[in-house]
Structures are given as structure tokens and as C-alpha cells.
Nanobody
Framework: QVQLVESGGGLVQPGGSLRLSCAASVSIFSIYAMGWYRQAPGKQRELVAT??????NYADSVKGRFTISRDNAKNTVYLQMNSLKPEDTAVYYC?????????WGQGTQVTVSS
């Protein structure tokens, strides 16, 4: 069982920045893949960024603006979000994949508005 706790969401103006954190209850060395997804009202959940064995992948809509990283000592994965746009508004979820299953955090709200 893996518990994921997200933090760092909030209200930010367009062009601003936020950093999301996802703290795992187990060593992230034991996790095959970690990532961030988001879900806007009335839309399906979509992939934002993943990190798998050190390889990073991003949705086209966030490339060049968002950066996923990990701190193995803290068992934490981050999502640095720069140049935020109103269309980035969504609930952001942390995701972890292990051999025994897929796990999700509870989500953190990000609102980009002036």
C-alpha cells in the first residue's frame, strides 16, 4: 500500500508560479513510475508529467513551463509550474505505479485567475 499526499496548490495570477509536492509513504526507489495528472471541471483526467527511471515526459500543453523532479531522500516528487495560464486550472493528482497496483493522492486545487 502506498499513500500519497499532495500539497502546494492555491490561487495564482496568470503568469505566476506554483510548486506542488507529493510525499509518498514508502521509498520512491520502490516505485516504478510517478507522475502528475489533472482534472478540470467537466473534463477527463489527463496526464501532465511523469518520471520513470529518471526519464521525464510531459504533455504538450505544459512543455517548457512545467518541470517534474524527485527528491529520493524525502520520498517526494515535485511539479514546478511556471508561466501559469487560466487553462491550467484543475485539481492536480499525484500518481504512483508499483508492481502490485496504481495509487492516487487526494488531489490539490490549482486556480489560475486574475
Amino acid at each position: 500500500q502506498v499513500q500519497l499526499v499532495e500539497s502546494g496548490g492555491g490561487l495564482v495570477q496568470p503568469g505566476g508560479s506554483l510548486r506542488l509536492s507529493c510525499a509518498a509513504s514508502v521509498s520512491i526507489f520502490s516505485i516504478y513510475a510517478m507522475g502528475w495528472y489533472r482534472q478540470a471541471p467537466g473534463k477527463q483526467r489527463e496526464l501532465v508529467a511523469t518520471i520513470i527511471s529518471g526519464v521525464r515526459n510531459y504533455a504538450d500543453s505544459v512543455k517548457g513551463r512545467f518541470t517534474i523532479s524527485r527528491d529520493n531522500a524525502k520520498n517526494t516528487v515535485y511539479l514546478q509550474m511556471n508561466s501559469l495560464k487560466p487553462e491550467d486550472t484543475a485539481v492536480y493528482y499525484c500518481n504512483a505505479i508499483k508492481s502490485e497496483g496504481t495509487y492516487w493522492g487526494q488531489g490539490t486545487q490549482v486556480t489560475v485567475s486574475s
